[in-house]
């Protein structure tokens, strides 16, 4: 202590420049020192009173930051005096505060200034505590030593207000700590001309601007990378449906129909819902009219009905027979060797028992009896009629003359007699009556049925007719076969035929052997046949991501056609993109005239989805503007 004393005394006395107050309107503003630890808060000005004053003090970063760890900075108040015994826990002492000069040249206001010790009166050991040597500080060391001159001493007057000068006392004296930071007081540690304010105020933050410039391009490639991923990966695939190309097939026709046509006469066959008559016309054989004999008698009956209808199953009006009506019956049958059967005499028959007799028996009085009941005994009137009916009807190649057929002069083609056949068949009437193989009538006993073919599989009727005279020999059948088929959900196909102009059967030969063998070749050639063998491919569909498969019938198509007839094929299918292999996409209908079938189609191969490559790399096409 004895050379720190020495030296100390060895310090001229100089008397503490004072900067002067600040002005009125700035005195409000008072600046608050933070510290880095526990700073008190900053108390409210009061009523006004005079501003607490500092001189310019140097602005030393290491001892700010060793007064501010021991809460050791003194702060403005208005009660400074009790802030500093509260912070430094020691007494203060007051001094005069001195005026500022009045002479020709301003105090120093800028620069660093020294902390300059001040006498107060008090021993050399207090003193020790309140300065430091400058030499030994190495805070201080840097800071230049200033030059005063005699003009900038002055003393305060007594009514100044007063400075506060303050010293440091430990708590603890064995505490080495203390005792080496005793020097540390509130006028050794200047806070400089501006006050300490909050760090992120006093050092601006520095804006790395050159993150922003690097990463936001960075960050908004890479959102724009994940919506055109997410976008694509899920885009519906509208714009780009599969492609599908039609495959070539042969589209299935039926050989034309060979029948077995008789070496004489001719024939001709109509297939119900076909159409066309097939004829055995050949061009050197072209068909003719030829005398019908009792297959008149179908044109008879249709004419009869047309006047007087007649419901299935109905018996219809009665007419009475007497012996007259037997005397005619006689004379048909010895005189004109024609088809009659005996009445009942004195008895009745009723009209569906005379519709059976002429289709059944063949009985030419019951067809005379019915159209001069009908006509009023006007023969001629009913050929007007029935002449009539005949063009009305379309069948100009057919003529008459009588009702019973007996003369040679009632002339038709097969043609028109076929579809005279198909007329007749239609009205339920008639249908039920040639169906029938007998029946029982009053006066003729049991009549059976002329039909050769009748009980035969299929048979269901029509009528017989022949003329067997010195200069015409005729045989004509004219027949319905209802041909079965091997698909059991096929109906059956009703077939019409008609042969005319036929010689006297023979046993060899028996009476309807012709229309027998035709009628088993037309069977023959209306069973299904392979219409489109199974893996038929019917198309191909094909992806712009490279996606293939075949569209294939699933079964063999069986179809009835017939003579010559080609089919119609009706493709539908729908494919989607994902549909597997084995998967139904659709059918094929085969249609013609007699059938219909429907087969399924299936998929052969599967038809992917594109992967997330291929959607990412044609968004275009995705979009609809892809080639």
Do not use: C
């Not at 800028?110 to 805070?139: H, R």
């Not at 694509?232 to 599969?242: G, M, Q, R």
């Not at 009445?343 to 519709?355: A, F």
């Not at 059938?595 to 992917?608: A, I, K, N, Q």
């Amino acid at each position: 202590m004895g050379s720190d004393d020495s030296e100390r005394d060895d310090v001229p006395q100089q008397d503490v420049p004072v900067t002067p107050p600040p002005p009125p309107e700035e005195q409000d503003a008072v600046p608050t020192i933070t510290g880095l630890f526990d700073a008190p808060d900053v108390d409210e000005p009061a009523e006004p009173e005079p501003v607490f004053t500092d001189p310019p003090q140097p602005d030393t970063d290491s001892v700010r930051i060793l007064a501010e760890m021991f809460q050791g900075f003194r702060r403005r108040s208005a009660n400074p005096q009790h802030e500093l015994q509260q912070i430094l826990g020691t007494a203060t002492q007051s001094v005069a505060t001195i005026d500022p000069p009045t002479g020709s040249e301003p105090p120093p206001t800028a620069g660093q200034i020294p902390i300059i010790p001040v006498d107060d009166g008090t021993d050399d050991e207090n003193d020790a505590e309140d300065v430091d040597d400058a030499s030994n500080d190495e805070a201080l060391a840097w800071l230049p030593a200033p030059t005063t001159t005699a003009e900038e001493t002055y003393v305060a007057p007594e009514d100044a207000p007063q400075t506060v000068k303050t010293a440091y006392v430990p708590r603890d004296g064995g505490n080495q700590t203390e005792q080496a930071l005793a020097w540390l007081t509130a006028e050794n540690v200047p806070t400089g001309q501006t006050p300490v304010i909050a760090a992120p105020a006093l050092v601006p933050r520095r804006r790395h601007r050159w993150v922003a410039a690097v990463f936001a391009p960075i960050l908004t490639a890479i959102a724009l990378a994940v919506v055109y991923v997410v976008a694509f990966a899920v885009w519906p695939l509208s714009n780009v449906a599969p492609t599908i190309a039609e495959a070539e097939y042969s589209t299935p026709v039926a050989p034309a129909a060979d029948l077995p046509w008789p070496e004489t006469g001719q024939g001709a066959i109509l297939v119900d819902g076909a159409g066309d008559v097939v004829t055995s016309a050949t061009d050197d054989a072209p068909t003719a009219r030829g005398p019908m004999a009792s297959l008149t008698k179908v044109i008879t009956v249709l004419v009869l009905l047309d006047r007087q209808p007649l419901e299935p199953g109905a018996d219809g009006p009665s007419y009475d027979f007497g012996y007259l009506d037997q005397q005619q019956a006689q004379t048909l049958r010895w005189l004109n060797n024609e088809s009659a059967l005996d009445v009942p005499i004195g008895g009745t028959l009723t009209y569906r028992q005379l519709l059976e007799g002429i289709l059944m028996g063949s009985a030419g009085n019951f067809a005379n009896k019915l159209v001069d009941e009908l006509w009023e005994g006007d023969r001629d009137a009913y050929v007007d009629d029935a002449l009539a009916w005949l063009q009305d009807n379309g069948f100009f190649d057919t003529l008459i003359v009588d009702a019973t057929g007996i003369s040679p002069d009632n002339q038709s083609t097969p043609e028109d007699l076929v579809k005279i056949a198909e007329l007749a068949m239609q009205n339920p009437t008639i249908a039920e009556i040639v169906a029938q193989d007998e029946v029982d009538m009053p006066g003729a006993g049991e009549v059976e049925n002329s039909n050769p073919l009748l009980g035969e599989d299929g048979i269901a009727g029509i009528k017989t007719g022949h003329l067997d005279e010195w200069n015409v020999v005729s045989y004509n059948l004219m027949a319905a076969k209802d041909i079965e088929s091997d698909d059991d959900e096929v109906d059956p196909i009703r077939v019409y035929s008609v042969v005319m102009g036929q010689p006297t059967p023979t046993e060899e030969r028996p009476y309807g052997a012709e229309s027998r063998e035709v009628l088993d070749a037309v069977t023959e050639r209306l069973q299904p046949v392979d219409a489109m063998a199974e893996q038929t491919i019917l198309g191909t569909v094909t992806t712009p991501w490279g996606g293939r498969a075949d569209i294939v019938a699933d079964d063999t198509a069986s179809l009835i056609l017939w003579n010559g007839e080609e089919a119609d094929v009706d493709i539908d299918f729908t494919v989607k993109t994902g549909d597997t292999e084995g998967k139904t996409v659709g059918s094929v209908t085969i249609t013609s005239a007699l059938d219909s079938t429907e087969v399924e189609l299936v998929m052969t191969d599967d038809l992917p989805r594109p992967s997330i490559g291929w959607r990412l790399t044609h968004p275009l096409e995705l979009l609809g503007f892809g080639a």
